[in-house]
């Protein structure tokens, strides 16, 4: 069956501008995440969203990143005002959320920004 | 809080001999554990998840890992490295009530031929 997508799979962008990375999650999933891969930091959670429950904000970097998700599906991350140190791969990730343990989340292949 | 140690950044094997990368894990819950593989310019894939109800998890490609709660370790363990094993692996935890996933830093393979 069909797979996280992530859309674009690269994306290149002058510091200061807007950009918005798209999620397509697997059909069904009701827990949707963001992840952000880059060469300092490694591996960091971004957010979280379950169901029409408040999102989990907490590793967001600075208030120039936010995301929704609309209708507990497809969800947009945006970053204003780019900065060079946003450059990194941006991954998503969902699972069905049945109350299982464990939480197996499947990822995305993800989105480079590169930010000149 | 939880977190999740790989002890070695890089690891090279040769091809035919037995992988061993370490992780320690630290949690104030009963964590869930896995480890994920990434190929170069791939995405992350699941090789295998703790699921409490074996210390011994088989996974995907021939891995295996071994929960010991006493030593608070997750070590991945294959017996015959292949070239196709080349990739970073990653550890990671989560626990239940706080789904999102905490990640290692990481462990780079290279088997040499």
């Known amino acids: 069956g069909a797979g996280v997508s992530q859309s674009p799979s690269n994306k290149v962008t002058e510091k200061g501008k807007d950009v918005e990375l798209r999620c397509d999650p697997i059909s069904g999933h009701t827990a949707l995440y963001w992840y952000r891969q880059s060469l300092g930091q490694g591996l960091e959670f971004l957010i979280y969203?379950?169901?029409?429950?408040?999102?989990?904000k907490s590793g967001l970097p600075s208030d120039r990143f936010s995301a929704e998700r609309t209708g507990g599906s497809v969800s947009t991350l945006t970053i204003q005002r780019t900065q060079q140190e946003d450059s990194a791969v941006y991954l998503c990730a969902s699972n069905p959320s049945r109350g299982e343990r464990p939480n197996e989340q499947f990822f995305g292949p993800g989105t480079r920004l590169t930010v000149l | 809080a939880q977190s999740v140690t790989q002890l070695d950044s890089h690891v090279s094997v040769s091809e035919g001999t037995p992988v061993l990368l370490r992780c320690n894990y630290s949690?104030?819950?009963?964590?869930?554990l896995f480890w994920y593989v990434q190929h170069p310019n791939k995405g992350l894939q699941l090789l295998l998840k703790y699921t409490s109800a074996a210390t011994l998890v088989k996974g995907i490609n021939g891995f295996e890992a071994e929960f010991k709660k006493s030593e608070t370790s997750f070590h991945l363990t294959k017996p015959s490295a292949h070239m196709s094993d080349a990739a970073e692996y990653f550890c990671?935890?989560?626990?239940?009530?706080?789904?999102?996933?905490?990640f290692g830093t990481g462990t780079r393979l290279t088997i040499i031929p």
């Open positions: 969203f379950q169901g029409n429950s408040a999102p989990d």
């Open positions: 949690s104030s819950y009963s964590p869930s």
């Open positions: 990671v935890v989560s626990y239940f009530g706080n789904e999102k996933l905490t």
